[in-house]
């Protein structure tokens, strides 16, 4: 069984970073995309950084491209968020996901955490 349990979330001024991770457990091999996610209030789920286990290559949604940074530890099984330069149109819930198989974006996840809050003020 798949678990995955994000943190790191909180308050932070336009300008500033955050780091989120995700501790996952139950993946028995590395052909598995890892995602992060958010939602905001009244608008659509948006798939902002994804990465495949296996190689290592990150996939990012052009409205996060060059601020934030998708990383593993293979050590702690802990998918990690750097999130940098944040604009208050980066808050929202983040999500992290998992789902087996290469092609990382645009397709279904099937393992979700709860979700941490962001909150970007101006």
């Known amino acids: 069984q798949v678990q995955l349990v994000e943190s790191g979330g909180g308050s932070v001024q336009a300008g500033g970073s955050l780091r989120l991770s995700c501790a996952a457990s139950?993946?028995?091999?590395?052909?598995?995309?890892m995602g992060w996610f958010r939602q905001a209030p009244g608008k659509e789920r948006e798939g902002v950084a994804h990465l495949y286990l296996r190689s290592g290559s990150p996939y990012y949604a052009a409205s996060v491209k060059g601020r934030f940074t998708i990383s593993q530890d293979n050590a702690l099984n802990t998918l990690y968020l750097q999130m940098n330069s944040l604009k208050p149109e980066d808050t929202a819930m983040y999500l992290c996901?998992?789902?087996?198989?290469?092609?990382?974006?645009?397709?279904?996840?099937?393992?979700w955490g709860q979700g941490t809050q962001v909150t970007v003020s101006s």
């Open positions: 996901a998992a789902v087996v198989g290469g092609a990382c974006y645009g397709r279904e996840y099937d393992y």
């Open positions: 139950g993946l028995m091999h590395s052909n598995y995309c």
